[in-house]
């Protein structure tokens, strides 16, 4: 794949489809050579903790081919693998706060320019969720096709993340009133409550959550009336 520092899928399209000198011999960039292919999905998920936006993402990646990014997902990583900076970072994940808008779009920037997100295309899970984060997402070139957002009313979100359950070994994610783990002693030992999904932190991302969405969605407008998907959910 091309080397790409502040370019987007956009911004590669654009070089794809400009007027290259001939040139028969030369080794084209990978990029260039799928022209047949369908263009990969470029896509943005926002909703509220517990709206189910992880079995959605997963469904979607799997039809569509493209790749998760999810913000949480490597923050909970990096706190995992303990490196200096874990403790600043659970410290905040646990207070239900947003991290620095510096770290979430340096992770962004370097999940999407990976050689195979660049190929496959991306699912961009609750990022952007601040307008800071929304205009460094367009400066550096990185454009969604598609904007989908999960609505659910703040009452059922309470309610699924309180119930939540995760399995740490497969990803799968359970409700224990409304989509209980299988009956099987060995995964129900295992499951996991995420530290936090207790009350004060789940009520301090829900405020942050409605805060940000607004914002974004204002700065996204344009695409939202054009493409996006509205996913109405109270169940
Ligand atoms: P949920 O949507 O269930 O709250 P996520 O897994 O999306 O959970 O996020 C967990 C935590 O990770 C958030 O509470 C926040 O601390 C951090 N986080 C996720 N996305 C972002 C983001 N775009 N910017 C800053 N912090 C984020």
């Given amino acids: 794949a091309l080397p790409i520092s502040a370019a987007s899928g956009g911004a590669r399209r654009q070089g794809a489809g400009a007027t290259m000198p001939y040139r028969p011999d030369a080794a084209l960039p990978r990029a260039l050579v799928v022209e047949d292919k369908v263009k990969p999905v470029q896509a943005i998920i926002m909703g509220g903790p517990g709206c189910g936006k992880h079995t959605v993402c997963r469904s979607l990646c799997e039809k569509y081919g493209m790749v998760h990014i999810s913000i949480g997902d490597v923050l909970r990583e990096k706190v995992r693998q303990k490196t200096e900076s874990s403790d600043l970072i659970a410290e905040y994940m646990v207070e239900g706060r947003l991290v620095p808008d510096e770290l979430a779009i340096s992770i962004v920037r370097e999940k999407i320019n ?122």
């Avoid at 609750?126 to 205009?135: G, K, L, V, W, Y």
């Avoid at 991302?205 to 409605?210: K, S």
């Fill in 114 to 235: 990976s050689p195979e997100v660049q190929e496959r295309g991306w699912l961009l899970d609750n990022f952007p969720r601040t307008s800071d984060q929304a205009e460094a997402m367009m400066e550096l070139g990185i454009i969604p096709d598609k904007f989908i957002f999960i609505n659910v009313p703040e009452d059922v979100l309470v309610e699924r993340c309180v119930n939540r359950r995760v399995d740490p070994e497969t990803g799968d994610v359970y409700n224990l009133k409304t989509n209980p783990p299988p009956d099987d002693e060995e995964i129900r030992k295992r499951l996991v409550k995420r530290d936090d999904d207790n009350e004060d932190a789940i009520t301090r991302r829900l405020e942050v959550f409605f805060e940000g969405s607004d914002d974004v969605l204002e700065i996204f407008n344009d695409i939202k009336d054009r493409k996006s998907t509205r996913l109405n959910s109270s169940h």
